[in-house]
C-alpha cells in the first residue's frame, strides 16, 4: 500500500475561506436553503415587514437570504466585507431574476445615504469585533436606521457555549473539516481553528481573518444594555426562528435580538 504523504498549505479568509463557507458548503444545500427561507419568513413577520421597504443585509454573505427578502417584494441592499461574496451575491441575484444592490464595506465602519426602514444582521456575523468596536457597529446601525425602524440582530451567546466545542470532524464533498474550539473566560469569546484535508492529502489551513479572534459572546443583560445605551427601545431576545418567536433557553442554537429606534 502506497504511504499517504501530507500537505499543509495555508488560505486567508479572501483567498478561499469565505467562498469555502459561504458558497461551497450551503450554495447547493437543500437544508441551508429551508434555513435561509426560514430565516427570511420570521424576519418578515415577527418586524411586520411590508413590500417596497427597505432592508440593509448587513454581513450579507453570498445573498441567499437577500434574495428571499427582494423576491418578498422588500428593496434590498447587502454590505458584506469579502469582495467574492458580493460577487457571487450580485450572480445570485441576476440569476434568480430579481433586484437588489450590493457593496464591499465592513459593519464597523459603514454609513448609508439613506436610512433604513429595516437592518437585519444575520447568521451570527455580530460580535467579531473588539468591544468597542462592536459598540461603534451598533451605533452606526442606530444611524442608518429610519426613526421607528427596527434591528434584528444574530450572536452566539454563552448559554449554548456546549453546542459548538470541539474538537470534532464534519465530512463535507472536498474533505474532512476539523474544527478546534477555545474558549477565552476572561473576555468571553468563542474562537477556535478549521482545518480542511483534502483527498489528494492536502490540508488547508486558515490564514488571515476577519474572524480570527473568535466571536464576542454576549449575555442577554450585556446585549440589551448594548442596544439601550445607543438609544435603542423594545429590546426582545428570542431562541429560534419559529412562529410565534420562541423564548430563549440555554439550550437554544440561536440569540435572536430585536430592537426598535425611537420615533
Known amino acids: 500500500m502506497k504511504k499517504q504523504t501530507f500537505k499543509r498549505i495555508e488560505k486567508t ?24 427561507q426560514q430565516v427570511v419568513e420570521y424576519c418578515w413577520e415577527a418586524l411586520g415587514i411590508k413590500r417596497g421597504q427597505r432592508v440593509l443585509d448587513l454581513g450579507c454573505g453570498a445573498g441567499y437570504q437577500a434574495r428571499y427578502l427582494a423576491e418578498r417584494g422588500a428593496e434590498v441592499h447587502g454590505i458584506d466585507i469579502t469582495p467574492v461574496l458580493i460577487k457571487h451575491a450580485q450572480k445570485h441575484f441576476k440569476k434568480h431574476g430579481v433586484t437588489g444592490t450590493f457593496e464591499v464595506d465592513d459593519m464597523r465602519t459603514f454609513t448609508v445615504d ?3 426602514d429595516y437592518i ?41 457555549l456546549s453546542n459548538h466545542l470541539g474538537p470534532e470532524w464534519l465530512e463535507c464533498d472536498e474533505g474532512l473539516l476539523l474544527h478546534r474550539a477555545e474558549f477565552d473566560e476572561e473576555r468571553c469569546r468563542l474562537g477556535g481553528s478549521w482545518e480542511l484535508a483534502c483527498p489528494d ?63
Open 114 to 116: 439613506k436610512p433604513f
Open 13 to 36: 479568509w479572501d483567498e478561499f475561506w469565505a467562498e469555502f463557507w459561504r458558497v461551497r458548503l450551503v450554495g447547493g444545500d437543500e437544508a441551508s436553503d429551508f434555513k435561509s
Open 201 to 263: 492529502g492536502t490540508i488547508i489551513t486558515e490564514g488571515e481573518n476577519p474572524e480570527k479572534d473568535g466571536v464576542r459572546c454576549y449575555t442577554v443583560p450585556e446585549i440589551r444594555g448594548l442596544l439601550m445605551q445607543t438609544g435603542f427601545k423594545k429590546v426582545e431576545t428570542h431562541g429560534a426562528w419559529y412562529l410565534p418567536p420562541q423564548p430563549l433557553q440555554w439550550f437554544s442554537m440561536e440569540l435572536i435580538v430585536t430592537a426598535v429606534k425611537p420615533k
Open 120 to 160: 437585519l444582521v444575520l447568521g451570527m456575523s455580530f460580535g467579531f469585533g473588539t468591544d468597542e468596536e462592536n459598540a461603534e457597529t451598533i451605533r452606526r446601525i442606530y444611524a442608518a436606521l429610519k426613526p421607528g425602524g427596527k434591528l434584528l440582530l444574530t450572536g452566539q451567546h454563552p448559554y449554548g
